[in-house]
C-alpha cells in the first residue's frame, strides 16, 4: 500500500493532504498519561521500548493520522553521550552544564548506542505494529537548539550561556557542534537502519541567532548531516524546522538539501507557497492555540491553509506541539476536516 505522506514528502502529492501533528503522543490523551505513570522517570519512559511504541501508536488508533513520529526526546543525544540529564517535575528538563572544550572532549561517542540502542528497538517494534500506509518518522535535535541545554543545563528564554561561549571562542564552541553533528548523523542514520521512513530536524531555537551564527551553527550542521545521511540512505526524506527563522528560512531551505519544511505558525502562507513550495514539500503551520480553542477558527484557519497549499507538496501539522490542555474533542475534529479535504 502506498505510504501518502512519505510520497508527499517526495514531491508525489497525491488527492488528499497527509497530516500529522507535532507531540501527537503526550498529556492532552489520558491514555498516554496511563502509560507515564507507570515509569519512574521521562527518560526511563523514552528507553523503555514497549511503552515508547505503545504512545507512539496511540493517536494514530483515535485520529488515524499517516504519520507515527516516534516517541523519544531531543536531549537522547546529550544523554547518550554521556552528558547527565534528568527532569523535573514542573520545571522541565535538567543537565549537567557543559562549558569547556575538555568538558566536549570528554562526551563518548563510541558508547553511544549503549542508551540510544532502546530508541532503534522501539523503531524495530513500530515497524511490526504500525497500521498500513503510514508513514514512520524519526527525529533528533538539531545540534544548536540541543547544543543551548547542554550549555545552560536548562531551556532559557535567551541562550545567553551558549551564545556568549559561541561568541567568545568560537573554535571551542564548534568542537561541541562538530561532536553534535558525528552524533546526530549517526542517532538518524540507525533510526532509518531500523524502520524510520523519513525523519526531522528540529531546530527549535534558530529565531536567537543574527545571521552570520545562523549560518554557523544553524545551516552548516543541518547540511552535513543530510550529506552524511544521503551518504547511506540517499531515498529518504529530511525535514527540516528551523523554528521562528523569519526571513531566514528561505536561505535555510536552498542551502541545507533537505526535502520538506516544517512551517512555524507565524510564517506568511501566501509567501510560503511562493518562495518554498516551489522548491521543496511544506509542512504546517496551524497554531496550536486554535486547537485548544477549538470552533470556526480553527477551522477556517485550517481550511485556508489547505486551500493555499493545495497545488503542491504540503503535510498539514502544526507550528509548534500540541499543548497539554488541548481537548481530545478539537483535535478528533481537526483530524476529520483534513481527512475530508480533496485536492
Known amino acids: ?15 488528499r493532504v497527509p497530516f500529522w501533528y507535532m507531540r501527537q503522543a503526550g498529556r492532552y490523551l489520558q491514555e498516554y498519561r496511563d502509560v507515564r505513570a507507570t515509569t519512574n522517570s521521562f527518560m526511563e519512559f523514552c528507553y523503555t521500548p514497549e511503552k515508547a ?44 552544564p557543559i562549558t569547556t572544550s575538555g568538558q566536549v572532549t570528554a562526551l563518548d561517542i563510541d558508547a553511544f548506542d549503549n542508551r540510544a540502542g532502546n530508541v532503534y528497538k522501539t523503531l524495530e517494534i513500530l515497524q511490526n505494529a504500525l497500521p498500513e500506509g503510514v508513514t514512520q518518522l524519526g527525529f533528533a535535535g538539531a ?31 564548534d568542537l561541541l557542534l562538530e561532536k553534535l553533528v558525528d ?33 554557523r551553527w544553524v545551516i552548516a550542521p543541518t547540511k552535513e548531516i543530510i550529506r552524511r545521511i544521503r551518504k547511506v540512505h540517499s531515498e529518504t ?4 524546522f528551523p523554528r521562528l527563522a523569519g526571513c531566514q528560512l528561505e536561505k535555510f531551505v536552498d542551502q541545507t ?24 514539500c511544506t509542512q504546517g503551520n496551524l497554531d496550536p492555540r486554535m486547537v485548544v480553542a477549538g470552533g470556526e477558527m480553527m477551522r477556517a484557519e485550517a481550511t485556508r491553509i489547505l486551500e493555499t497549499f493545495r497545488d503542491g ?25 483534513v481527512k475530508d479535504f480533496r485536492r
Open 237 to 240: 526524506p529530511i525535514i527540516g
Open 313 to 337: 507538496p504540503h503535510v498539514f501539522n502544526l507550528g509548534h506541539g500540541f499543548v497539554p490542555e488541548t481537548p481530545v474533542a478539537h483535535v478528533a475534529e481537526l483530524s476529520q476536516l
Open 1 to 15: 500500500m502506498t505510504k501518502l505522506l512519505l510520497e508527499t514528502l517526495k514531491g508525489n502529492p497525491g488527492e
Open 53 to 96: 511504541a505503545e504512545v507512539t501508536l496511540q493517536p494514530l488508533r483515535r485520529f488515524g493520522m499517516d504519520g507515527a513520529i516516534l516517541f523519544a526526546d531531543i536531549l537522547v543525544v546529550p544523554d547518550a553521550l554521556g552528558q547527565k540529564v534528568w527532569f523535573e517535575s514542573g520545571v522541565g528538563p535538567r543537565l549537567e
Open 257 to 280: 538539501g533537505i526535502n520538506g519544511v516544517s512551517l512555524d505558525s507565524g510564517v506568511p502562507l501566501d509567501w510560503a507557497k511562493t518562495a518554498i513550495q516551489s522548491k521543496v
Open 183 to 215: 552524533a546526530t548523523s549517526h542517532y538518524l542514520i540507525k533510526q532509518i537502519d531500523a524502520g524510520a521512513d523519513a525523519v526531522q530536524i528540529f531546530d527549535s531555537w534558530s529565531a536567537a541567532l543574527p545571521e552570520p551564527a545562523f549560518d
Open 143 to 173: 545540534p544548536w537548539t540541543v547544543a543551548t541545554y547542554m550549555v545552560e543545563g536548562a531551556g532559557s528564554k535567551d541562550h545567553g550561556a551558549a551564545k556568549d561561549w559561541g561568541y567568545r571562542d568560537p573554535a571551542g564552541f
